[in-house]
């Protein structure tokens, strides 16, 4: 009988054990192969991100799969999710405020809803830039300018109309009477060939995020006209705000990350944790200031309300100022 009784115990020891093992274990992805899509081309906003958590998933040890970074290119992001929303392995990807202002554009039937968010990792600030030997020497000027002659300048953006590099100017230009159809938009691929138009005068000004714009400033080719930030930056102290020039706005750019729609719930809690794990690394804190990123942390959870407020506010916005 005691032994009986022994028996049933050890019995129901193991299964507790199993089944609080299962409870709190993270569960890492089935696959060996972890890939992280990078929706732009190398060198790109979304590249730089994704090259960056590759590397500190790594170094950190916080992973023991291999983890690839694949450059989608095309479509202002829709080849790279289009891919992403189709994997059903191990894949996340590199989105931003373009996934929901295409869709409200009617230039994608992608939504956030279709994919799986996982966090929300930073944001950074908008600037507008002129080449060096530029007439322009203001951001007032530029708006004084624009506001006798519409079209006195060319504007380049990347990688489509709609995203924050061009929401950010429209929102500015609007404060001196400017409607959006009345300024000359130029579409490129991405920041480098915007920066090779500029300097080959085929556009007069451009707007793009500034980790973008920064490695072309420090090689002194183009001069950083003003910045979308609430206060002059210690890095940059000579790159004046919009409120200085006369403009009330500031304005972040935000950048995150989602996997597939069938994502399993293991997964995602493997994602979860293990990023909130990266964003406490000191090389993650040295990543954002060598960009010049804020600390914009969000886990799964508060980036799903998150990516619900931030639809509404662009629909909004767009609503209002994107309209033509």
């Known amino acids: 009988m005691k032994k009986k009784q022994l ?3 050890l019995l ?3 299964i507790l054990f199993t089944c609080s093992t299962n409870e709190f274990k993270i569960q ?3 696959t060996k192969e972890v890939t992280i899509i990078a929706p732009s081309s190398i060198g790109g906003g979304w590249d730089v991100t994704a090259r960056a958590m590759q590397d500190i998933l790594v170094s950190e040890n916080l992973m023991n799969q291999n983890i690839s970074v694949i450059n989608k290119v095309g479509v202002g992001g829709e080849l790279g999710w289009k891919y992403t929303k189709d994997q059903t392995d191990s894949v996340i990807a590199i989105n931003s405020s373009l996934l929901i202002t295409n869709y409200l554009l009617g230039q994608s039937k992608l939504t956030y809803k279709d994919f799986t968010p996982i966090a929300t990792l930073a944001t950074e600030w908008e600037v507008t830039i002129v080449s060096k030997g530029s007439k322009i020497s203001s951001a007032k000027q530029l708006m004084d300018d624009l506001k006798k002659d519409p079209h006195a300048y060319k504007i380049g953006v990347s990688p489509r109309l709609g995203n924050d590099d061009q929401l950010s100017f429209v929102l500015a230009s609007q404060q001196v009477g400017l409607r959006t159809e009345q300024l000359d938009f130029y579409v490129y691929e991405n920041s480098e060939q915007v920066v090779e138009a500029l300097l080959k005068k085929q556009i007069d000004v451009a707007t793009m995020s500034l ?4 490695k072309y400033a420090e090689s002194n080719q183009i001069k950083l006209l003003v910045i979308s930030s609430e206060k002059r930056l210690k890095e940059l102290p000579e790159v004046p705000t919009w409120a200085e020039q006369g403009i009330d706005l500031v304005f972040e750019h935000w950048r995150g990350v989602m996997g597939p729609p069938n994502m399993s719930n293991a997964e995602i809690e493997f994602w979860d944790a293990t990023i909130e ?6 090389k ?4 954002l200031q060598m960009y010049m990123w804020n600390d914009f942390y969000k886990n799964r959870r508060e980036t799903i309300i998150f990516l619900e407020n931030q639809s509404r506010m662009y629909e909004q916005l767009m609503g209002i100022h994107m309209d033509s």
Do not use: D, G, H, Y
């Open 7 to 9: 028996m049933l115990f």
């Open 211 to 214: 980790s973008e714009a920064k």
């Open 284 to 287: 993650w804190k040295k990543t």
């Open 28 to 30: 890492e992805p089935i």
């Open 12 to 14: 129901f020891m193991i």
């Open 277 to 282: 794990k990266m964003v406490k690394t000191e």
